[in-house]
């Protein structure tokens, strides 16, 4: 969904768990449709942000664990800071907990980039590679936004691939 955003030069801002519904699908049984939600927040790509440099505006203010280097740096998100939030929810989803969830100040840890690495805690049906997905996750937590990867990068390391050009592979899942 991010991807799609982006690729529609829109940039969420205020990613969160509470921005994300899961939709059952009547189509298919046990199946669900992620649906992006709150995009009052929202930006295009390529304008300032209305509260960016404007003192009549009470500025951006965000969510807590969900801000990116930039929000709490004081500057206006763009694609990158959407997947550093996307990547903190892979981190929460796939690996067990939040990356900063023990740090005391969160904005400083994410300014240097202290968190706790991500890895996966149970293999995930249809990802071919999943070292490259740790690793992916672990860059979109960068502090730097120039070193995240994009998010069609995390789409496709999430939907059965590995890295580009890279046949999907079946990965066995462990029995429940």
């Not at 664990?65 to 929000?71: R, V």
């Not at 929460?92 to 706790?116: C, D, M, Q, T, W």
């Not at 502090?143 to 890279?166: I, Q, S, V, W, Y």
Request: proline share 9%; net charge negative; hydrophobic share 40%.
């Amino acid at each position: 969904g991010i991807s799609a955003l982006h690729g529609q030069k829109i940039v969420h801002t205020d990613l969160k768990p509470d921005n994300l519904l899961l939709i059952p699908n009547a189509h298919a049984s046990g199946e669900y449709h992620l649906k992006i939600i709150d995009l009052d927040w929202s930006i295009f790509a390529d304008q300032h942000a209305p509260w960016h440099g404007d003192s009549s505006h009470d500025g951006y203010v965000g969510t807590p664990m969900y801000m990116s280097p930039e929000h709490v740096s004081g500057q206006v998100p763009d694609e990158r800071s959407d997947v550093f939030t996307c990547a903190l929810m892979l981190a929460e989803l796939l690996g067990g907990g939040h990356p900063f969830a023990s740090v005391s100040n969160y904005p400083e840890a994410i300014k240097r980039g202290a968190f706790e690495r991500f890895r996966l805690v149970q293999a995930v049906p249809k990802v071919a590679n999943t070292p490259y997905l740790e690793e992916l996750v672990n860059r979109a937590l960068a502090p730097d936004a120039a070193e995240r990867p994009t998010a069609a990068e995390l789409r496709f390391a999430l939907f059965g691939h590995g890295k580009a050009g890279e046949a999907a592979r079946p990965v066995p899942v462990p029995a429940p």
